[in-house]
C-alpha cells in the first residue's frame, strides 16, 4: 500500500498549533505523524486521500507544505530511524526489536515501528497506557478498538488478562498487530481486520479506543452495548475541547466519567 507524505512547515507557529494540526488532520484520514525540528509531516493511504480536503484545512493557518508520495518500505525505514524507546509510569518499557532492554522496566513491549499508529510516543498512546496500568485485569476479557500496533491489547496481555480482540480497519495495522503478537508471545490476542461492525456476539471487562473524535462519539453507543456489567471504556484520541462531547455520549448510555488524564490538551479518561 502507498501513502501520502504531507510535509508541513510549523517553524513559526505556535507551539501548540502543531497538536491543533494533527487533531483535525486525523478528522480527514491521517493516520501517522512525525514531528521533526519545524516541521510536521502527516501520513495518509492515497487512495485516502483528497488534495481539496487537505488544502482547505490547511489554508486557513497560512503554512507552507509540500504532498509527495512515499512508498511503504520507505515509510518502515523512516519509522526505524526515528523511532526510540519509551518509560511510562516507570514501569512500562516500549522499544523496538533493535533496541537494548531497559533494566530499570518491570513490563516490556516489543513494537515493530512499521507505520500503524501506537508506539507510546504521541500523549494518547502514553495517556491510554497509564490509566490501564492502574487497573488489574488478571483473567479479564479485553477488546481494543482502531489498535494500530496492537500495543494496548499486548499490555492488557503482559497484565494477564485472558481473552482479548483487536480490531483495525487498516491492513496494514492489522497485519502489524498480528507481527507484535508474536514479537511480544500474547497468543491470547485473536486480531481482525475490520471496524466496530466487526466486534464479536459477546461482552468485554473493559474496552480500549483510542481513535478520533468522530469515530468516538459515533460508535461509543456500540462500545456500550458490549460492555460488561461494571465493565469500563478507556478512550482516547480527542482534545479537552472535545470533552463535553464524549461525556454526552457517554451520559446517554449510562456510563460515568471515572478517571481523566490531560497532556498538551489531548485527553484519555475512563467510563464505567
Not at 172 to 182: F, H
Request: charged share 25%.
Amino acid at each position: 500500500m502507498n501513502y501520502i507524505e504531507v510535509s508541513i512547515d510549523t517553524a513559526c507557529l505556535p507551539e501548540i498549533l502543531p497538536e491543533i494540526l494533527i487533531a483535525n488532520l486525523s478528522e480527514i484520514g491521517f493516520e501517522s505523524f512525525v514531528e521533526e525540528s519545524g516541521q510536521l509531516k502527516a501520513y495518509i493511504s492515497e487512495k485516502d486521500f483528497s488534495k481539496s480536503e487537505t488544502d482547505n484545512l490547511l489554508s486557513p493557518y497560512f503554512v507552507g507544505y509540500e504532498i509527495k508520495p512515499i512508498q511503504a518500505k520507505n515509510w518502515n525505514k523512516a519509522w526505524e530511524e526515528s523511532f526510540q524507546p519509551v518509560l511510562i509510569s516507570e514501569k512500562l518499557s516500549i522499544r523496538a526489536p533493535f533496541h537494548e532492554k531497559n533494566p530499570l522496566a518491570s513490563i516490556e513491549i516489543i513494537i515493530e515501528p512499521k507505520m500503524s499508529f501506537g508506539t507510546g510516543h504521541h500523549e494518547t498512546t502514553s495517556m491510554m497506557c497509564e490509566l490501564i496500568l492502574k487497573k488489574q485485569f488478571n483473567g479479564k476479557s479485553i477488546l481494543d478498538m482502531g489498535c494500530g500496533t496492537g500495543i494496548l491489547a499486548i499490555l492488557a496481555a503482559k497484565l494477564k488478562a485472558a481473552d482479548i480482540t483487536a480490531i483495525d480497519n487498516d491492513e496494514w495495522a492489522y497485519n502489524n498487530t498480528i507481527e507484535n503478537i508474536e514479537l511480544n508471545n500474547a497468543q491470547q490476542i485473536v486480531a481482525i481486520q475490520g471496524d466496530a461492525a466487526s466486534i464479536p456476539g459477546k461482552k468485554f471487562d473493559a474496552i480500549f479506543a483510542n481513535i478520533n473524535l468522530n469515530i468516538l462519539t459515533n460508535d461509543i453507543p456500540i462500545y456500550a452495548r458490549y460492555l460488561k456489567k461494571n465493565g469500563a471504556l478507556f478512550l482516547s484520541g480527542f482534545y479537552e475541547d472535545d470533552m463535553e462531547q464524549i461525556l454526552k455520549v457517554c451520559t446517554a448510555g449510562k456510563l460515568d466519567l471515572k478517571d481523566k488524564l490531560v497532556k498538551q490538551q489531548w485527553v484519555a479518561c475512563v467510563f464505567a
